[in-house]
């Protein structure tokens, strides 16, 4: 089956600094990947979508500028959460789709702490 | 507007008891997928079930049974003789059909509690 692999699985920064997140299909070639973050008890939302090779497309009230993301090979996509602040603490979860897929397979998430 | 509403928040059985968690869904669409996931405390999602618009067929897969309602929009998920690891959070969630985008729309996910 289609495997997605995310790393790491749990990190903790200090405030100001940027941490980058890490979504690889280990199996199949991802045409695209899609970012969700989750606050605690809270349901997933999209952020973003990215396609190979393509410039990122954010949902509405994310900022780009701070949640860096690059799909710049087939098998990899990164999310990187600049000048984190304590309320960027939350998890955040990838998925990618292959060609032909008729869905995107998750990886196991990360859960994120500013501090 | 595509909308995913899981009304029940938090349910607690006792294990070996059945229940069922709800999902109602809003779409324009004609043609959608509809999904149900576990979520464990280790945080990863779980997929249990992809289900297109076309096919309002009922499914069962072991202890697991959901039932399809195109007329009320509803997708609803029924776990029979519940264990105590069957506790975790449940989303359902939707996405459109057209070029099988995978953006999916969750719910608020409903938490359930089986005791021993």
């Known amino acids: 089956g289609a495997v997605v692999s995310q790393h790491p699985s749990r990190v903790i920064c200090k405030s100001g600094t940027s941490v980058k997140i890490e979504c690889r299909s280990l199996d199949f070639q991802a045409t695209t990947m899609f970012w969700y973050r989750q606050f605690p008890k809270q349901s997933l939302m999209l952020m973003a979508t990215?396609?190979?090779?393509?410039?990122?497309?954010?949902e509405q009230g994310v900022e780009k500028d701070k949640f860096l993301i690059n799909h710049a090979s087939l098998t990899l996509s990164t999310l990187t959460v600049t000048s984190a602040h304590p309320e960027d603490s939350s998890f955040y979860i990838c998925?990618?789709?292959?060609?032909?897929?008729?869905?995107?397979?998750f990886g196991q998430g990360t859960r994120l702490t500013v501090v | 507007a595509q909308k995913v509403t899981q009304a029940q928040t938090e349910i607690s059985v006792v294990e070996k008891e059945d229940v069922t968690l709800d999902c109602v869904y809003e779409?324009?669409?004609?043609?959608?997928?509809l999904f149900w996931y576990k979520q464990p405390p280790s945080g990863e999602l779980v997929f249990l079930i992809r289900r297109n618009s076309f096919d309002e067929q009922n499914e069962i897969s072991g202890r697991y049974s959901w039932n399809f309602q195109k007329s009320t929009s509803s997708f609803n998920f029924t776990i029979t003789a519940s264990q105590v690891v069957d506790s975790a959070v449940y989303f359902c969630a939707l996405s459109d059909y057209s070029g099988n985008t995978g953006k999916l729309i969750f719910g608020q996910g409903t938490t359930l509690q089986v005791k021993p």
């Open positions: 998925s990618a789709r292959g060609v032909g897929n008729t869905e995107a397979f």
């Open positions: 990215s396609n190979e090779g393509s410039k990122a497309t954010y």
């Open positions: 779409t324009r669409d004609t043609t959608y997928y």
